[in-house]
């Protein structure tokens, strides 16, 4: 048994392959395996991965699943005792593993490691995700509040994901790692190292309405399984609550916006900024200008 184990999915990703699975092979870490899900590809990721020998575990899906499916499926397959996962566009710094494994090894109380990550597009345009240094320790209402991990940064501890049952969740889709590593937060401590470790590409995922649409009705279902979850759970974190219902609301209103739906959109845009002042700034672009420009600017 490998002491790590990287979760990859991939759906024709064959182009981005070498540059993702070349970071993970330049670990200066040695005792890991990637767990790769191909799937149902039709273009030729099946022969990049393998090249990457033996230690890419491959399966290929018996068919073409969402990614959140893929996930599940491939859970099936991990068997270790730090946990990972990795968009197949996405790359991870040569020391991560190694310094993630040693904060775990080290700190037993730690069930979630996470660190900084260079945004980057192909044109050639970098930004760090964080600038400032992130809280370690209990970090549950800050997360609940407001979601700040980026996938690529993670490791968990494999025996407390364990302990309470806690693994991808079919219920959930665009949130599903989120909902994950919002839970474990729950659960153990977690610990920030304070540098870029990872490389996340921008400008590859979609923002389609039903994206839009997933995002607060799965959050609602999240808020759920919380309430089952915690005693006296909307009690004790009303104001985080709040603070999450302002997001709800704004993403649904973007959701209405991009339909055209323009009452509805501003209806819910104006109560996510009564909750939070930055969300005017699409209450009010919803005035004068179409959704497509909006989110040009906002990119």
Not at 161 to 166: A, Q, S, W, Y
Request: with cysteine; hydrophobic share 40%.
């Amino acid at each position: 048994m490998a002491k790590v184990n990287i979760l990859m999915n991939c759906y024709n990703g064959a182009h981005f392959l070498a540059d993702s699975l070349g970071s993970v092979a330049a670990q200066t870490f040695d005792d890991y395996e990637v767990v790769f899900i191909d799937n149902c590809s039709t273009d030729n990721t099946e022969e990049v991965a393998k090249s990457f020998g033996p230690k890419i575990r491959y399966y290929k899906t018996p068919r073409f699943m969402s990614l959140c499916e893929a996930r599940v499926w491939g859970m099936q397959f991990v068997n270790c005792e730090y946990f990972s996962m990795l968009d197949v566009d996405d790359m991870i710094l040569p020391t991560k593993l190694e310094e993630q494994v040693r904060v775990l090894d080290t700190h037993p109380e730690v069930g979630i490691v996470y660190a900084n990550s260079v945004f980057f597009s192909d044109k050639g345009e970098e930004f760090l995700l964080y600038k400032e240094t992130m809280p370690s320790g209990n970090i549950f209402k800050k997360m609940l509040s407001n979601y700040f991990l980026s996938l690529e940064t993670l490791m968990a501890r494999k025996s407390v994901m364990d302990k309470f049952g806690l693994s991808i969740n079919p219920k959930y889709n665009i949130i599903s790692d989120a909902e994950l590593y919002i839970k474990l937060s729950y659960y153990a401590d977690a610990y920030y190292i304070d540098k870029p470790l990872a490389k996340w590409r921008m400008g590859t995922a979609s923002e389609s309405s039903k994206q839009f649409e997933s995002f607060p009705r799965e959050y609602e279902i999240l808020i759920s399984d919380l309430e089952q979850m915690i005693p006296d759970f909307r009690q004790t974190y009303s104001s985080e609550l709040r603070n999450l219902e302002g997001i709800i609301q704004n993403m649904s209103g973007l959701a209405s916006w991009k339909k055209g739906h323009l009452k509805e959109a501003r209806s819910k845009l104006k109560t996510a900024f009564q909750i939070k002042k930055s969300y005017f700034v699409p209450y009010f672009f919803s005035f004068f200008v179409s959704f497509e420009f909006y989110m040009k600017l906002r990119r």
